[in-house]
């Protein structure tokens, strides 16, 4: 059966529910995360194999993890453990918006020398999608000699640039952006917030921003706007396809649950010898939205995915 692989960082999420934001906040609630694992997860909770890249940490964290991502039915055939797990602060508004600190560990040293790519095939899709891939160390070159292969082998590629601003300081902006148009550029899949493609095209406009990364490269492109649902574009057609409305309590992992269910969606179809259409992609954006609209109804991305049946059941 193929597979979405998913590079990256798996990390421990400490979620304050105070709703005060992160200088305020006075507890903390441990919850598995990080991007690339979140759209493993979803992918799996899809009916899907979803395989995790990643170093895990070799602590009572990474201990946690371990079980996590084997509750979850997450391949880790392509990890090792070394070192102490990544942790981000996340603090919540009286909207549920978020604000992040990271404490970054071992995701940083995942090392490609370490692992065989030769499992991965033209039938696959590899995700990248890591708040922290494009950052300095082993994990971004291990992000690049991923890429080359998988260009090599005609592997469909999906792109997501989790642009985090605690992350990507002001002097890094310049050089953040031009490694995401370098990726942009041999992707099938790219999906951006409105503020990322705005940063990346450095327009206004979303339909010039949308213009712009088609021009680099960029095939199927889905732009998340939160309660408005997300623009889809592709082969020169263009769309809004409507989100649900729910009560928003925690947006955490609500764009990676979008991702790994449109991943989940496409798999299925490229696996049958097919690019996927238009008319196919509305349809899986609209399922896509539903997934990432319920997984903010619940604290913890992980958790609160739900899985392909429970969607059907709305």
Request: aromatic fraction near 10%; charge should be negative.
């Amino acid at each position: 059966m193929n597979k979405v692989y998913c590079i990256g960082e798996i990390l421990i999420d400490m979620v304050s529910t105070n709703r005060v934001g992160l200088k305020n906040a006075i507890s903390f609630e441990k919850k598995a995360g990080g991007a690339p694992a979140n759209v493993a997860c979803a992918i799996a909770k899809m009916g899907e194999d979803a395989e995790f890249m990643g170093q895990i940490g070799e602590d009572f964290f990474g201990e946690y993890l371990s079980e996590i991502l084997e509750k979850y039915n997450i391949k880790t055939n392509l990890c090792y453990k070394k070192g102490n797990t990544t942790l981000a602060f996340v603090a919540l508004d009286k909207d549920g918006e978020r604000d992040f600190s990271f404490m970054r560990g071992c995701d940083k040293d995942y090392d490609y020398k370490k692992v065989d790519f030769s499992c991965i095939d033209n039938k696959d899709i590899l995700h990248f999608g890591s708040a922290t891939g494009l950052l300095d160390g082993n994990l971004k070159e291990s992000y690049l000699k991923l890429f080359e292969y998988a260009k090599e082998k005609n592997i469909f590629i999906s792109f997501d640039p989790n642009y985090r601003e605690n992350l990507i300081k002001e002097d890094m902006i310049d050089k953040f952006i031009e490694d995401c148009r370098f990726f942009i550029k041999n992707s099938d899949f790219i999906k951006m917030s409105d503020e990322e493609i705005k940063l990346i095209a450095k327009k206004d406009d979303l339909k010039d921003c949308i213009n712009y990364i088609h021009s680099l490269g960029g095939k199927i492109i889905a732009i998340t706007l939160g309660k408005d649902g997300t623009l889809l574009s592709f082969n020169n057609n263009i769309e809004t396809i409507p989100s649900i409305k729910i009560n928003q309590v925690d947006s955490t992992g609500a764009g990676d649950a979008f991702v790994g269910t449109m991943l989940a969606l496409i798999l299925d179809i490229i696996n049958k010898d097919k690019y996927p259409t238009f008319e196919e992609l509305k349809d899986i954006c609209l399922f896509a939205n539903k997934v990432g609209a319920i997984t903010c109804t619940n604290y913890g991305a992980m958790d609160s995915i739900p899985t392909k049946e429970e969607v059907n059941l709305l």
